[in-house]
């Protein structure tokens, strides 16, 4: 795990509302499988921290997008944060998610 990482996981495991596990191995289809940075799994709710290093390089841009859209086709809903929000707006960036993992709660309860 990055620091950047580790500092969003321990600041929503705080928040205790959901149970959160870091670098979850997800199987899309019969031939590709994602590991994902932080995930809830029963909500399929997935945060990724993409850092400048290995995401600045056209390959990963390319690669990242058929990544997101393999996972949003296999159900799950993706936000990404940089190591720039988590320092600068932690706390907004840990409501965000928590907000969505409660949307997608209150959606399969409905479903």
């Known amino acids: 795990m990055s620091p950047p990482e580790r500092l ?3 600041a929503l495991l705080r928040a205790g509302r959901e149970r959160w596990t870091a670098g979850v191995r997800v199987r ?3 031939e590709q499988e994602y590991w994902l940075d932080l995930a809830v799994e029963d909500v399929k709710l997935c945060v ?3 850092g400048w290093t ?3 390089r056209a390959e990963a841009f390319h690669s ?3 990544r997101r859209n393999a996972l949003t086709m296999a159900g799950w809903t993706v936000l ?3 190591p720039r929000h988590l320092r600068d707006d932690l706390d907004g960036a840990v409501d965000e998610i928590l907000e969505m993992a ?3 709660r209150r959606s399969r309860r409905r479903g």
């Open 8 to 10: 969003a996981l321990h």
């Open 28 to 30: 899309v289809d019969a």
């Open 48 to 50: 990724e921290v993409d």
């Open 54 to 56: 290995v995401h600045s």
């Open 64 to 66: 990242d997008r058929e």
């Open 80 to 82: 990404r944060y940089t």
């Open 102 to 104: 409660a949307t997608l």
